[in-house]
């Protein structure tokens, strides 16, 4: 079947996207992995005819370095806190979506809006939220901003979440509130897709049955929903790892409260920040880290989810 | 519908067993179960609206909140009692947002419409030269190199904006438009759903049309994508809302005032030296930005929809 005309052609409409990802993608790889075994390597000094040894002095610098430890912990942190919330709230607002006919078109349209916004303009609304407006005098404020006002209600004290002195959990509170509410739509969406395509007799047999609801969702929904969630909770660690941007929306660039800038920095702010100083090797050795880190992340879960996923 | 004919079932079938010796006693508790279910079935219903609500006002609050800051004026958003629905009706803060000289909307937005709109064609155009290659011409190799660039979309993004940078910055194209459109022209996901969609179409189409003398690139134009254009207006959208909202990359390579792009000019304007934020001028910028997404989700919420669930990635 395979004429020469065919290939030749082939080759041509392929060839400006190969030509492309050999410049942008192939020769990046091969570049990451020849720079992160450089010790100390900078472009500026390599340009300037500066030699570098090999070994793998940045790994080890990177990983014995106390501010990259840090942006480690936060991204984990981030990851830990803010997967599991979604996906149960998220799983939570697909069965009760599921479950409901008026409205449900409407509803399905609201829940899935926060996806369609963008991630810097839209924390800035969240650090309003969270912030207060400083009054005349030091500690003292005009407004204490609106969550505290709402929290107030409840009879609960004004928090500093996110001004000058705010304290490092108050900070991961408020980008964790965020990240779950951007997080939402996409699994709502994905969950609910899921949900509709289970085969309605398995319920009306658990219904003949008289099996409790409990029973039935865990019996029959999560499992049948099971490699819904195990994609969904797959694609939340790869972007829970490469969190960054949620946190520039709240604290600008700077990736802290004024006064304590940096503190909130996660493993793609560090690479960005190495970059930013011209220190390739070092950020080349975190980029690998980190795509170390998603692999196993991602093995780990595939491993598990195919123990449990039933498909 | 269901639970009210297994009811019956089950009723008749006690009534046959039973024969006529079925007492009232019997019949009053099988109308008591019955109702009970009802009323259950009402309580569950409501709570189900009730939790759909409050999650619904907590995902809208946030656009609220931006809305009525934004018509505020400064005093009235320090309230210690904070308002609901702003006093007094302020649209000076939209104003001051396009006489604003440091953020200068209007050159954001156009630069970042131009960049979407020249990035978002090429990119179409590549993509599908490639699916239709990879889903209709024979060649040695293809399946490795399918395989390949399919791998190279596990790997984090970051790990090549390292190198891409040093490319860049030695090319010379640093501060260009060239720089914000041509490193992320191929997608590989956008291969990937459109090859799938091409593959779909019958393959006796396309020797159909051999046989007549029709050139591919016809065929391409005349057949597949109009069958494929449900994927092509996702890929489209997607590939807009990307630019949209690009913000790492942009920062790094094009931070200058002739090439910024909205997302960097927003972030960073509105806070005087001083650490002083006017937040009602600041979510009016923040209004504006998001408006055109919204429109967009308005109108092509199906396209978003579809090409999100298959991609699970922002942009």
């Known amino acids: ?311 | 519908m269901s639970e009210k004919m297994i009811n019956a079932e089950v009723a008749s079938e006690t009534e046959v067993k039973a024969d006529s010796a079925l007492t009232a006693m019997e019949q009053k508790d099988m109308q008591q179960v019955n109702a009970k279910d009802k009323v259950m079935k009402i309580v569950v219903q409501v709570l189900l609206y009730l939790f759909l609500g409050v999650m619904a006002l907590i995902v809208l609050f946030p656009f609220y909140f931006m809305l009525i800051s934004s018509l505020k004026t400064m005093d009235e958003y320090s309230l210690s009692v904070p308002t609901l629905f702003p006093e007094f009706i302020d649209w000076n803060n939209y104003v001051e947002v396009f006489q604003n000289e440091d953020l200068q909307l209007g050159r954001l937005f156009g630069n970042t419409m131009y960049v979407g709109i020249v990035s978002t064609l090429l990119s179409l155009v590549i993509t599908v030269l490639s699916a239709f290659a990879f889903a209709r011409l024979e060649f040695k190799g293809k399946n490795v190199l399918f395989a390949a660039m399919l791998g190279t979309m596990m790997i984090p993004g970051e790990l090549f904006t390292i190198t891409n940078y040093i490319t860049v910055s030695q090319l010379g194209w640093k501060n260009t438009y060239t720089v914000l459109i041509v490193p992320f022209l191929v997608s590989v996901f956008y291969i990937y759903l459109l090859r799938q969609n091409f593959m779909q179409i019958p393959n006796e189409l396309y020797l159909a049309a051999k046989v007549d003398g029709t050139s591919d690139l016809k065929y391409l134009w005349k057949v597949m994508i109009p069958l494929a254009l449900p994927s092509l207006i996702s890929i489209t959208i997607l590939k807009m809302m990307g630019a949209w909202n690009s913000y790492m990359w942009p920062n790094l390579v094009a931070n200058d005032a002739a090439h910024r792009l909205i997302t960097n000019g927003l972030r960073n304007a509105f806070t005087d030296a001083a650490g002083f934020t006017d937040i009602p001028v600041q979510m009016a910028a923040v209004a504006l930005v998001s408006l055109p997404l919204f429109l967009v989700f308005v109108f092509l919420r199906k396209y978003i929809m579809k090409g999100v669930s298959r991609s699970g990635i922002k942009g």
Request: aromatic share 12%.
């Open chain 1, 1 to 311: 079947m395979v004429d020469n005309k065919q290939s030749w052609k082939a080759w041509l409409y392929l060839s400006p996207a190969i030509v492309l990802l050999l410049v942008f993608t192939a020769w990046p790889i091969v570049n990451t992995v020849l720079m992160s075994l450089l010790e100390g390597y900078n472009n500026l000094g390599a340009v300037g005819g500066q030699t570098f040894n090999f070994g793998i002095g940045n790994f080890t610098y990177v990983l014995q370095y106390k501010y990259f430890l840090q942006c480690l912990a936060n991204t984990c942190l981030l990851c830990v806190i803010t997967v599991p919330i979604s996906t149960i709230l998220a799983l939570l607002i697909a069965v009760c979506l599921n479950a409901i006919k008026p409205l449900q078109r409407l509803l399905q349209t609201i829940f899935f809006l926060p996806y369609v916004t963008n991630s810097i303009a839209i924390g800035m609304v969240f650090a309003a939220m969270f912030t207060m407006i400083p009054g005349a005098m030091p500690g003292v404020y005009d407004s204490v901003g609106i969550i505290n006002n709402v929290l107030g209600v409840f009879g609960i004290d004004p928090i500093n979440w996110a001004n000058t002195g705010s304290g490092y959990w108050e900070n991961i509170a408020v980008v964790s509130v965020y990240i779950v509410w951007n997080a939402l739509p996409f699994k709502i969406l994905v969950l609910l897709g899921g949900l509709q395509g289970i085969n309605k007799q398995y319920y009306d047999a658990a219904k003949v049955d008289g099996t409790s609801r409990t029973r039935t969702f865990l019996r029959i929904t999560v499992p049948l929903l099971s490699p819904m969630l195990a994609y969904v909770v797959i694609t939340s660690f790869i972007g829970g790892f490469k969190e960054y941007s949620s946190i520039v929306g709240i604290f600008g660039a700077d990736m802290g409260p004024s006064g304590n800038p940096r503190v909130l920095n996660t493993m793609v702010g560090f690479i960005y920040d190495a970059l930013a100083t011209e220190a390739q090797g070092r950020a080349s050795a975190a980029a690998l880290i980190l795509f170390g880190i998603i692999f196993i992340v991602t093995l780990i879960n595939l491993y598990v989810s195919k123990k449990k996923t039933h498909y």
